[in-house]
Each structure stands twice: as structure tokens, then as C-alpha cells.
């Protein structure tokens, strides 16, 4: 991590979130290797720093803004719950997050951007019930809003989202990736690519569909190539990023706080946006800006704005600011994003598992290879609500706040619903099953007590006639 000064002074901080997933009974191991591969455990708890350093002082802001529940998560390492990496940096070199984009500008000309981000951190969240989070933040001292616009849209999009020709718009960068003393590139040519494929030159199809190759490498610690990637997990994201941003622009703070920004114009910085609004009805982007807005600061011009890929705020290059705004910002609330994503992930997987039981199910019953299964499954599914499902990440009015913005616009409450109503109608079609079962037993053992009965009565007449026969034949011996 950077010094906090030179942080401070950034006209804009972009942290770029890669949700993945992974099997969770293999965490264990996915830890060891991230280890081996050279990942830093750290530890949050300001207690155990020997020191006031600046990474104590942090950890103690964390601890004191985060609910207990949240501290079980992220602090208290003997809950098993989620482990925080940094990844290992060489001092001795300069890493940069690089984008290249070519556009059109509205005259006709073209416009070729290099975008060149020093990266402040890059740390990694796993989850015992296997979601993983990868965090790039890198810092903006040279480029204005238009072109923090650009690096928000451009810079998270880590996947071509369609085929274009050269003359064709692409919604993401010609060239991304991370740059390391401005000679050793690891990037993603998208554009090269394309134009490969157009012309049947590509050798390997499945780059097109593939996240970008230095996700994967920033996994393994292998930004240099000097060793295998075997760490394989199964990235979520569809072509874009999470993206977390604050933006420090005196001029645009002012125009929030006097009520004189024109909406369309603030809606493309708010909503990641690389140009003009993607969304051209006014009535719904009204509704949609309305849904997304946090305004609790806007008469002191700082807004706040969260979306499903998003977490945006916009204030004042006002060094006041610094110790209210910025550092609550980078330092908190990226864990609240965190957290949500892994709520996200978790209910995913848990409905991927319920859909196979259903899948394996047959003719509407359950096999006692799928009741396993679904107990197993319940289990889980109490142990993940009860320690990730948490009902209020932050002690504070404004982290609740955000935090239930944060989990509304990814719509954790309404997929948890599905996901319970889909696990209750399971629960419902095993006890069924299990009645069933056990209606079948009782009628077997209610005919095999029939057959003993009968085998014994038969068996007692038997014996009956044979003990008449018997004196009959005694009876006839007398008489002769």
C-alpha cells in the first residue's frame, strides 16, 4: 500500500472487484497454495499490531465501524470465515493498471487513450463456503472526469462482449492489463484479437469467450511468468468488474450542492458509463437514479450512488474530507462489497446444488443418494446464513445504510426468498418421499406378519392331525 499522503491527493481511486468461485471443500487447500504461491496473510486486528503504524491505525477505523458480526467475518481469524491476502509486491519495481482505447469522437476523428494507473493494492478475500473476491485499486493524479469516466467503463471490462470489425464501436478496452517498470507487459490485446479471428488467423477460439489472462496470473502470483498457474477457479463476472470509485472534483461537488448539475450528465459518472447515458429514457433513468442514490451528504456536495456492478461517490477536493470521506471510502466499504458479492455467490451455488438434486430426482422421488445430499445441503445452507447472511455489516447509520443499498440493488433479499421457497419445496417432496417409504415398509412387514401367522397356523393344524392320526392308529392296534 502506498503512503496515505499521496493517496489522499489522488483525483480519483478505482477499485476493480473479480468475483470467483470455487468448491468449498477444497478452501483448505486453495489457502495452502495461495500461501505457497507467495499471497501475505493479513491479519485486521488493530491488537495484535506491535505498533501505531498507519496499517494499525487503519485496522482499528475498520474495527470500530463494523458490527460484531462483521468482525466474526473479516477480523476474528478463529471463525474460519473469511481470510484476507495482499498480494506480494517486489518494492524495487513500479506496477501500473494499463487501458488503451481507441474511440471516435463525435467529429469523426479518432481518439487513442493509454490510461496509466499506478496500483496502490491488490488483495484477495476467500470465503470458507467458496466465494472468492480479487481487489485491484489503483490511483488517478493526472486525468479529468471525462477520462475517469472511461477508466471506470473501460478499465472493468475484462471480457469481449461481442464480435466488431475495425470500424465498429467495442464496449471494452482495445488493450488491458498490468504493466510492470513500463517494459514487462502481462495485458490483453481484445482488438488484435478480434481482428485475429476476423481474419482466421486465431489459433485459440477459446480466448475470445475467456476472462483476461492477468486475472488468473494475479491468482498465481504469476504476473512474470516464471512459474505454472494451477491455481484454477471459475471467475463470475460476465464481462465486466465490480467497480468501486471516488472521484475528488471541486467544480462538479459545487453543482451538486447548489442543485445546478444536469441529471443526464451526472447519470454516466454515477452509473459507469465511458460516454453520455446508456440509458435514454428520462423516466426510467429518474427511477433508476432514484433507486441508486444515497443522498444523506448531498447539501454538502457528496453523493453517494450503488448499483449492482457499481459503488460510486462523488465530493470535494477539500482536504477536510480526507478523514469523513476518503478514507471510510477506500478502507470500509470495500469489505462491504466484498460481503455482498459473497452473499451473491453463495445463494448462486446453493441453488445450483438444490437444481441437481431436482435434476437427479427422477420420477418426483427422492433416492437416499439425494436425501443425503439435501440434509448436507441444509446444513451448509444454516451454517452460510447464520455467519454470511448477517443483518447489518456497520455499528453505524450511514455503513447499515449503505450496506442494505449495496445488498437491495443486488437483489440479495428477493434471490434468498427464491432459493428458501426452492429448498422448502425440496424439504416438502423429501418428507413426502420419506411417508412414502415408510407407508411401503409398513405394508410389507403388515404382509410378512400375515404370512408368519398363516405359516403358523397351518403349522399348529399340522401338528393337530398329526397327533389325531397318531392316536387313531394307537387305537386300532389295541382292537387287534
Partial sequence: MR?????????????????????????????????????????????????????????????????????????????????????????RKQYQYYVKKEDKED????????????????????????????????????????????????????????????????LCADELGIIIDKNIYNTVKFREMIDQYLEGT???????????????????????????????????????????????????????????????ELYPILFMDAKSATCQDKNMREQL?????????????????????????????????????IRPFIIEYSYFVSLVLAQRIGIMAFADRAGKIVAEMGEGRLKRKQSDELIDLQKQYIKFKNQILIMEASTQEQGIEIYHLLQNQMMIKEEQGILHDQLQGLYE??????????????????IAAILVDLVINVTVVCIQDKVRLLDFILRLRKIF
Fill in 3 to 91: 503512503d496515505i499522503e499521496e493517496i489522499l491527493k489522488a483525483k480519483s481511486i478505482h477499485t476493480f472487484a473479480c468475483p470467483f468461485q470455487f468448491k468449498a471443500e477444497f478452501a483448505k487447500q486453495l489457502l495452502e497454495k495461495l500461501q505457497q504461491k507467495g499471497w501475505r496473510q493479513k491479519n485486521l486486528d488493530f491488537m495484535v499490531k506491535k505498533q501505531a503504524s498507519q496499517d494499525a491505525i487503519d485496522c482499528f477505523m475498520r474495527y470500530q465501524y463494523f458490527s460484531q458480526s462483521a468482525r466474526d467475518i473479516f477480523i476474528n481469524q478463529e471463525m474460519n470465515i473469511c481470510h484476507v491476502y495482499e498480494y506480494p509486491f517486489d518494492a
Fill in 107 to 170: 467529429k469523426g476523428n479518432k481518439e487513442n487513450k493509454e490510461f496509466y494507473l499506478p496500483i496502490d493494492e491488490i488483495e484477495l478475500h476467500i470465503y470458507s463456503h467458496g466465494a472468492g473476491i480479487l481487489f485491484i485499486r489503483v490511483l488517478n493524479s493526472n486525468y479529468n472526469v471525462s477520462d475517469i469516466k472511461k477508466i471506470n467503463d473501460y478499465g472493468r471490462r475484462t471480457c469481449i462482449p461481442y464480435l466488431a470489425d475495425k470500424d465498429s464501436f467495442l
Fill in 202 to 264: 486465431l489459433s485459440e477460439y477459446q480466448q475470445l469467450t475467456r476472462q483476461a489472462q492477468f486475472l488468473y496470473d494475479l491468482l498465481n502470483c504469476n504476473l512474470e511468468h516464471n512459474q505454472i498457474n494451477d491455481i484454477e477457479v471459475n471467475l463470475l463476472s460476465d464481462d465486466r468488474m465490480f467497480v468501486c470509485t471516488i472521484i475528488r472534483d471541486t467544480q462538479l461537488s459545487k453543482a451538486i450542492e447548489n442543485k445546478e448539475y444536469d441529471e443526464k
Fill in 289 to 325: 437514479y432514484a433507486d441508486a442514490v444515497y443522498p444523506r451528504w448531498l447539501d454538502w456536495g457528496t453523493i453517494y450512488n450503488a448499483t449492482s456492478y457499481s459503488l460510486c461517490c462523488i465530493t470535494t477536493e477539500y482536504d477536510g474530507v480526507n478523514a469523513s470521506v
Fill in 429 to 446: 417432496i423429501s418428507n413426502i418421499s420419506m411417508g412414502n417409504r415408510f407407508s411401503i415398509y409398513g405394508l410389507v412387514l403388515a
